[in-house]
């Protein structure tokens, strides 16, 4: 079975600076990895994607994540912080189902915190 | 182009009533898949249901949960005699059988309904 570790609780950064949120997977197929963002009281945001291709994936809001195969990792990263960046993320896997439509499985979401 | 649509979003229930929740997917999607969020934890996969069709419910609890998808209409998840600790946010997400494109294997969500069990 499929998994994924966030391996933060909370992660700080002050606006300006850069971040990161980490997240590592274990699958026994090709992964696809994805992450979302919510807000408090609301949905999930799909932010980005990892399929196939280039390991460095460009999401919404000026993220993106770098997938990295030999350490297993899909880290979430954004050159410069906003405050409005305040949420938590989930990183998500695909299960290895047939077809294009399969379960997500979820880590336990990174609380994010951006200072002025 | 509407997104993902959750009713009710608030839904307040005794103990020993039943809740449903209902979900219409994106135009054009065919796949729905039903989560639940415990309070402070990740989401957790329930059911994934095509029209008329239930095609994964590994995460569903084995008694009083049922959902359906029928040809016409919403996804509908149904919490019989509900207990305390089924107070929770319910989400929907749904995806298309697109195969190619930028949106393929990507779930949308909706806003979620929150249950609470008095």
């Known amino acids: 079975a499929q998994s994924v570790a966030q391996p933060e609780d909370q992660v700080k950064v002050a606006e300006g600076n850069p971040l990161t949120v980490k997240c590592t997977y274990s699958v026994s197929g090709n992964p696809y990895l994805f992450w979302y963002v919510q807000y408090p009281n609301r949905g999930l945001q799909f932010l980005l994607k990892y399929i196939t291709g280039d390991n460095l994936v460009k999401g919404s809001y000026g993220f993106e994540a770098e997938f990295n195969k030999s350490q297993t990792s899909f880290h979430l990263k954004k050159p410069s912080a906003l405050v409005s960046d305040s949420a938590l993320y989930f990183c998500a896997v695909r299960d290895t189902g047939t077809g294009t439509a399969s379960k997500l499985t979820f880590g336990t979401g990174t609380r994010l915190q951006v200072t002025l | 182009n509407a997104g993902v649509m959750q009713n009710p979003r608030h839904l307040v229930r005794r103990r020993g009533q039943e809740a449903r929740l209902r979900c219409s997917p994106m135009k054009g999607h065919s796949h729905v898949y039903w989560y639940r969020q415990l309070p402070e934890e990740g989401l957790k996969f329930m059911v994934y249901l095509q029209k008329e069709n239930i095609i994964d419910e590994s995460g569903m609890p084995k008694e009083r949960f049922s959902a359906e998808f029928p040809k016409e209409g919403p996804s509908i998840l149904r919490i019989q005699q509900v207990v305390r600790g089924d107070s929770a946010a319910y989400f929907c997400?749904?995806?298309?059988?697109?195969?190619?494109?930028?949106?393929?294997?990507?779930?949308?969500f909706g806003p979620g309904t929150r249950l609470t069990v008095l």
């Open positions: 997400a749904s995806s298309s059988t697109w195969t190619s494109g930028t949106r393929t294997y990507t779930q949308y």
